[in-house]
């Protein structure tokens, strides 16, 4: 299966910005959906949005919309995940997803190992 890795987390100061990595080695995902998750530790995990490859459209759970925008490069085959005014409640490990599935129904069959991102003065 794709080994999708996460990249790009780290700790950022309120109201700052970082952007997220999703790639897979040696395989492109600009044929896939691709969904972002976010977990606390000890809490239920997160669906933070999702870019389809069909239509190239985006979606976003609806209290992140204006804060967070996923993107595509195609000639990297990588999605990304840029995330500005972020706040302390935004702290969570991050995660990509994918079903292999051109559309936005991602359960998550291949994950990534995750990358933490801590927002804190």
């Known amino acids: 299966q794709v080994q999708l890795v996460e990249s790009g987390g780290g700790l950022v100061q309120p109201g700052g910005s970082l952007r997220l990595s999703c790639a897979a080695s040696q395989v492109s995902l600009d044929y896939y959906a691709i969904a972002w998750f976010r977990q606390v530790p000890g809490q239920e995990r997160e669906r933070v949005g999702c870019t389809s490859s069909s239509d190239g459209n985006t979606y976003y759970k609806d209290s992140l919309k204006g804060r967070f925008t996923i993107s595509r490069d195609n000639a990297k085959g990588t999605v990304y995940l840029q995330m500005n005014s972020l706040k302390p409640e935004d702290t969570a490990i991050y995660y990509c997803?994918?079903?292999?599935?051109?559309?936005?129904?991602?359960?998550?069959?291949?994950w990534g190992q995750g990358t933490q991102v801590t927002v804190s003065s």
């Open positions: 997803a994918t079903d292999y599935s051109p559309d936005c129904w991602v359960t998550g069959i291949s």
